[in-house]
């Protein structure tokens, strides 16, 4: 069993910047790929970003691309993404997950934390 506790959501004005983390506990994670997906209210989960076991390869979905950065650090079981530049449409409730195939499909996360709020002020 794989435990994933997300943090470091709020409230932020348009153009700010938040760095959410996501410590894992229980069965060895270190060789997981990690990501964090996004839903916002009436929409489906998206995928925002993954990251290799190593931290060698990452992935982003386009809208993030090149103002979100995911990074790991495995002597702390800890994920991060730093936001910046963020935007009204980055409004939602962030989720970490963990799986065992590098993929942008949530279907191949089978582990998967509650979620932190991150809401962005015009």
């Known amino acids: 069993q794989v435990q994933l506790v997300e943090s470091g959501g709020g409230l932020v004005q348009a153009g700010g910047s938040l760095r959410l983390s996501c410590v894992t506990s229980?069965?060895?994670?270190?060789?997981?790929?990690m990501g964090w997906f996004r839903q916002a209210p009436g929409k489906e989960r998206e995928f925002v970003a993954n990251?290799?076991?190593?931290?060698?390869?990452?992935s982003y979905a386009k809208s993030v691309k090149g103002r979100f950065t995911i990074s790991r650090d495995n002597a702390k079981n800890t994920v991060y993404l730093q936001m910046n530049s963020l935007k009204p449409e980055d409004t939602a409730i962030y989720y970490c997950?963990?799986?065992?195939?590098?993929?942008?499909?949530?279907?191949?996360?089978?582990?998967w934390g509650l979620g932190t709020q991150v809401t962005v002020s015009s």
């Open positions: 229980g069965r060895t994670t270190t060789s997981y790929v």
């Open positions: 997950a963990g799986g065992r195939y590098y993929s942008i499909e949530r279907e191949n996360f089978g582990s």
């Open positions: 990251i290799n076991w190593s931290g060698s390869s990452t």
